[in-house]
């Protein structure tokens, strides 16, 4: 029997021509395949609109019982962006000290150091936290909490969808992950259900931007698919 708490209501779905779903396929597939993760940014003004979109498309992606488990938290104050860069360096300093000789081979094609300037030069930084429970109030008052499901994977989804639309507005970004993170909680003044994931640049590239050849390289479509 159906729970009385599902209220189904009708599909808003518009069905397209084949060829307009080719075409818009293709155009899809054409700006993602220039995305490239970006290291060096310019301090020219973005319009908040975009960043602002581009929170909306990721607010509107799958997620596990759709609890929606994240947070975007958008900095724009070139202060919190100086105490974010110091505490990513003063992690990622560490983790160049202490990280397994293979892990530092995996990075080197990429030209990665403790140095991270973009955090301070990009105009926006978007911090994605995973919401890791919930919290409902009782009858009596008392806080119950409320556990969430398939956080990570919602997040990841969300995430992707987020870096999409910012492409798609012309804008460059870079999937920082600092680890450990907690200090972008503290800096941000996040509860303790909110773990951070992410810290995304979002800006226009340096006009003298580069990438390492490497990450021009892609796995062909017969690597990556398989079909049954």
Known sequence: ???????PVPLRHERLA???????????????????????????PVPFALVENAVRAA?????????????????????????IRAGAEE????????????????????????????????PYLVVVFAITHGWEQAP?????????????????????LLLASLTHAGLATLTHT????AFLGTILGRPDNERAE????VGYPAPDATVPAHALVKKPLEDVMVRV
């Open 140 to 160: 009596d008052g008392t806080r119950i909490k409320v556990k969430h499901y398939y956080v990570r994977e919602s997040v990841g989804i969300a995430v992707g």
């Open 59 to 83: 607010a509107s992606a799958p997620s596990g019982a759709n609890q929606q488990p994240w947070r975007f938290v958008v900095v724009q104050d070139p202060a919190v962006k100086q105490r």
């Open 178 to 181: 600092p680890a450990p993170m």
């Open 198 to 201: 992410f810290l995304i640049p």
């Open 18 to 44: 084949p060829d307009v779903q080719l075409h818009r396929s293709r155009m899809f597939l054409e700006v993602m395949q220039r995305r490239r993760s970006v290291r060096a940014f310019s301090a020219e």
């Open 1 to 7: 029997m159906a729970s009385s708490r599902y209220q």
């Open 91 to 122: 992690e990622e300093r560490e983790f160049y000290r202490s990280a397994p000789e293979e892990w530092r081979q995996a990075l080197e094609p990429l030209g990665t150091d403790e140095n991270k300037a973009y955090l301070t030069t990009a």
